[in-house]
């Protein structure tokens, strides 16, 4: 069923009396739309969904939503309306494309009742719907919301209201082939508010500050005269005159509008929309006519599970931001940010991300929904596109090296952090079908990416300030191509022998076997160096064990050094800098992990947070006390890619780690390692078997532990070298102290 035969905005409000003959004993509304939908029974909202149904292939997939909408009925009249928004469905969506899958929203429901005499009433969407338009003349999600209160429809979704100029609705056949199932994944929530402080206001233009960028919307409260355009621009960082910085947002006009009735207070929140902010510009109003503004924080609604803090603040500054980078990231689907045209589920850096995502939040079922939104945009013949949903975003059938290997690495990831099998099972004949497109369609000799197979080769160590001037960095793309090949091949012989299939598991360690012997043959030298040079291929080759032996020592030595004649200053882009301090801790150079760590100058991870971040920024030199604001066609303060350090801070610095061969922390690895300044650090986690933690600090040449081991799991704590030995940990809270042996 149809609104406006328009193909944009305004949104239309749809609407339908009935009748119920008898008292009410149970109801449910089961309900959709292509686009997006708010719906109302008797002037009451259903439910507590924002963008619902939420982002699908709409072409393939459509969710719904089922409530109980028994409180809301009544014996006698009532109404049920529905007010529709463009959405991703039909709305702007990534860089600037509209119209993707459709021209207009649709709408689509049941409601079953379960009357006092026990029988039904059905009513679904049909012609006997009526429709109109209202005031929101316009409510995008790029563009934002354009809301003419003047043209309000008062009490259209009760009965006593007068519909008229209501027209019937067009009706729509449904797409048989278009599969509409119940929703998957958390949805979409109004999940905090921020109250916001005037920073600076004249009679014309007032500044507000949220002290935090983020992901949602303003409501505002506001008195003043009729006929007053109010205008709302949002922006995440103020230029050097304190006005709003906005070139960055690209084509999207983050902008909203209220035309005001003028008849007392007015409060507004927009609809379908949502902005990536920390400052708003209010036009149109005098200081005393804001009556109230809250900053309105939109994510999918996802519990924090993590905790970590430590004794240098800057660092637990870093923490936050991470955190807040993943709720501004993680809404509906995962985005790489959410402020300029773009906001799309790039596949890279959910991969970086989703290691650090599992600590601060429970992603599980955010993740299931989101891998079959991959399964469902995988191609034919196999391959992952740079972006998910993809729909005539990119064409590309292959996201290349370390974005495309997503579909591998975060359902592996997943299983790990949740013992969750029905990941793999789900997921598992789509990773082969990638397999065989890598195998047939992007190597020669096992080198993935070969400049001879395709012209299109990937994003490379995308963003790397490692001297090459270019976004793909230094490291050669065939080089990160054929390490994440050979990753993909070991983890694909995990996941089989997990779901029991030994053959599989075989045929995927030989494979694993064969890119490694490959990798070695063209990129280390005899002498047992990578001759690309670059820090990346030197992470790549030692976390994914791809160099061995004492060639391993060499490497690494040669790692820590480049870092050193750096200064200790980063140099890597977003496929190197997640597994950068592991490599080096695991390879001796603790010491040099923890310089990078806590250096404060730039390029480093606390360089924006001295330059007063509240969230992670796309590229190390988002902005600099030197130049300002990076290039404006690509530089977003709200990107969570560089935050996947947050997992190391975990896993290494407090020490919180899973055992691969129990997932899910059925079995947990204590192992602080305690460096740099830190004189204490502390760290838990909600895991599947209750609530992790530990907490170390220095006393003198000492480590006084507290440990907390859940109900159901096991654990062994493994001291940092020169403490003992491991030892096993049952469950309840351990005070230990550890002295030097
Ligand atoms: C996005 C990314 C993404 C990259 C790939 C950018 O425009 O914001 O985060 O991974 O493109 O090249």
Redesign the pocket.
Known sequence: MTGSPRSSAPCPFLRKTFRLEQPVKAARLTVTALGMYECEINGQRVGDHVFAPGWTAYDKRVMYQSHDVAPLLRQGENVIGAILGDGWYCGFVGWGNRQLYGDRPRFLAQMDVLLADETMFSLVTDGTWTTTTGPIRESDLLMGEIYDARMELGRWSQTDYAAEGWEPVLVDAINKAVSIEERLGPPVRRIEQITPRLISGNQNQLIYDCGQNFSGRARISMRTTRDTVVRLRFAEILDPKGELYTENLRAARVTDYHICRGDGVEEWEPRFTFHGFRYIEVRGLKPEEVVELTGVVLHSDMRVTGHFKCSNELLNQLQHNILWGQKSNFLEIPT??PQ?D?R?G????AQVFVRTAAFNMDVRSFFHKWMRDVRDAQTAGGGIP??VPEHNLTNMEDGGPA?ADATIICPWTIYLCYGDRKILENHYESMERFMDFLAQQRCIGRIRAHWSVAKWVG?GD??ALDGSGI??GATPVDLIGTAFYAYDAAILAEVAAVLGRADDAAKYRQLHGEIAEAFRRRYVTPDGLMASGTQTSAVLALHLGLVEGEAKGLLARELAHDIEKRQFHLATG?VGTPYLLEVLEENGYLDVAYKLLEQETFPSWLYPVKNGATTIW?RWDGWTAERGPQDKS?N?YN?Y?YGAVGAWMYRTVAGLELDPSQPGYRHILFRPRPGGSLTWAEASLDTPHGLAAIRWEREGTGLRLDVTVPEGAQATLQPPTGYGEARALGAGRHDIVLTVV
């Open positions: 790489d940010c300029r773009e799309l790039w596949t890279g850096d740079p972006v974005w994003f995308w963003l976004c793909e977003f796309e690509m977003s990107h890619a």
